[in-house]
């Protein structure tokens, strides 16, 4: 299996759907994209991770200001990449650390559905 593969694999079993507009699963979903983006760019699955970000920024229904922030997200989580026992850290496994860390439920937060 290729990079470009791996990577579409990886958004696909992190992400089953696109989120609905407004929810927080789209924030999700785009901090994971961009993530991605960054950890792969120049490359083709870097590329595409790029353009799922795009879509999944276009079809949101939350503030820009809240893809700014989940992009910061991604940018702290590539600066502190987690340690490999052999060879270089590992830009993946730092982005599925993002999809479960504090500060990415704390900003999805405000657009998580309420229960009536």
Same mark, same amino acid.
């Given at each position: 299996?290729? =990079?470009?593969?791996?990577? %579409? #694999?990886l958004l696909? @079993?992190?992400t089953? /759907?696109? $989120? #609905? !507009?407004g929810d927080a699963p789209g924030l999700r979903q785009f *901090?994971? $994209?961009?993530?991605?983006?960054? *950890?792969f760019e120049g490359s083709p699955a870097g590329e595409d991770a790029r353009r799922a *970000?795009? /879509? %999944?920024?276009?079809?949101g229904g939350a503030p820009f200001e809240a893809y700014e922030a989940a992009? +910061?997200?991604a =940018? +702290? #989580?590539? !600066?502190?990449?987690? /340690?490999?026992?052999a060879g270089p850290p590992i830009a993946t496994l730092a982005c599925l650390v993002l999809q479960d860390? $504090? #500060?990415?439920? $704390? @900003?999805e937060a405000p657009y998580r559905p309420r229960p009536e």
């Amino acid at each position: 299996m290729n =990079l470009r593969t791996s990577a %579409i #694999a990886l958004l696909c @079993l992190a992400t089953p /759907a696109l $989120a #609905a !507009a407004g929810d927080a699963p789209g924030l999700r979903q785009f *901090a994971l $994209a961009s993530c991605l983006a960054r *950890a792969f760019e120049g490359s083709p699955a870097g590329e595409d991770a790029r353009r799922a *970000a795009g /879509a %999944i920024l276009e079809l949101g229904g939350a503030p820009f200001e809240a893809y700014e922030a989940a992009d +910061q997200l991604a =940018l +702290q #989580a590539l !600066a502190s990449l987690p /340690a490999a026992k052999a060879g270089p850290p590992i830009a993946t496994l730092a982005c599925l650390v993002l999809q479960d860390s $504090a #500060a990415l439920r $704390a @900003l999805e937060a405000p657009y998580r559905p309420r229960p009536e």
